[in-house]
């Protein structure tokens, strides 16, 4: 297969996956997750000052459950995947049946990039805990959300319960996660720990 034909099947994974997404619901979105946002802060802070980052963080959070969500369940019409179990895992790089499939590959890569932001901010929102067990709670409840959207995929007809997906889903919620705590390692080592990490 060519380059030409290797983008061409990447084009139509992008297409397919992206599917039903308006921009105007977009847009929307964002607006509402602002109005949330602000509308939070400002009930928060008659009573505690409320810091600027985590109306940040909470924005972003919102934001990308919200494009979550419409990624994985609400741009499909109900009953259109109806009753669709793979409980077997195919991660397209010829581990399961020794031909690596481009399609079913980036398919996975797709799922893993899905759910790396959920990891990174996940990681930043739990604090006052060790590095190794923010990981593992960051991870952990990467898999829950997995399983939960795998679940009411199965149960609305909008999409296929796939163990692949809670497979890739949580690695991609464990990379986020690394990625928090190295990023977090490395702003302590230059500034020293007197100053405040993107945890804090």
């Given at each position: 297969m060519d380059d030409n034909s290797n983008l061409q099947v990447l084009a139509q994974i992008f297409a397919k996956e992206?599917?039903?997404?308006?921009?105007?619901?977009?847009?929307i979105l964002f607006i509402l997750a602002a109005a949330a946002v602000c509308f939070g802060g400002w009930i928060a802070g008659r009573k505690r000052e409320v810091k600027c980052k985590r109306m940040i963080h909470m924005y972003l959070f919102?934001?990308?459950?919200g494009f979550l969500f419409?990624?994985?369940?609400?741009?499909?019409p109900i009953g259109s995947r109806e009753g669709i179990v793979h409980l077997f895992i195919n991660l397209g790089f010829g581990l399961r049946s020794g031909r690596p499939?481009?399609?079913i590959s980036a398919y996975s890569i797709f799922n893993i990039l899905l759910f790396?932001?959920?990891?990174?901010?996940?990681?930043?929102?739990?604090?006052?805990?060790?590095?190794?067990?923010?990981?593992?709670?960051?991870?952990?409840?990467?898999f829950a959300l997995s399983l939960t959207i795998e679940c009411i995929q199965l149960a609305t007809g909008r999409g296929m319960f796939?163990?692949?997906?809670?497979?890739?889903?949580t690695a991609g919620s464990l990379i986020?996660?690394?990625i928090t705590v190295a990023l977090n390692a490395l702003f302590r080592s230059k500034h020293g720990d007197i100053?405040?990490?993107i945890n804090g």
């Amino acid at each position: 297969m060519d380059d030409n034909s290797n983008l061409q099947v990447l084009a139509q994974i992008f297409a397919k996956e992206t599917e039903g997404i308006r921009l105007e619901n977009m847009l929307i979105l964002f607006i509402l997750a602002a109005a949330a946002v602000c509308f939070g802060g400002w009930i928060a802070g008659r009573k505690r000052e409320v810091k600027c980052k985590r109306m940040i963080h909470m924005y972003l959070f919102l934001v990308y459950m919200g494009f979550l969500f419409t990624i994985t369940i609400f741009r499909r019409p109900i009953g259109s995947r109806e009753g669709i179990v793979h409980l077997f895992i195919n991660l397209g790089f010829g581990l399961r049946s020794g031909r690596p499939s481009l399609k079913i590959s980036a398919y996975s890569i797709f799922n893993i990039l899905l759910f790396v932001p959920f990891g990174v901010l996940a990681s930043i929102a739990i604090r006052n805990k060790s590095r190794a067990r923010g990981i593992l709670v960051s991870t952990a409840i990467g898999f829950a959300l997995s399983l939960t959207i795998e679940c009411i995929q199965l149960a609305t007809g909008r999409g296929m319960f796939e163990t692949t997906d809670l497979l890739t889903n949580t690695a991609g919620s464990l990379i986020g996660a690394l990625i928090t705590v190295a990023l977090n390692a490395l702003f302590r080592s230059k500034h020293g720990d007197i100053h405040e990490s993107i945890n804090g």
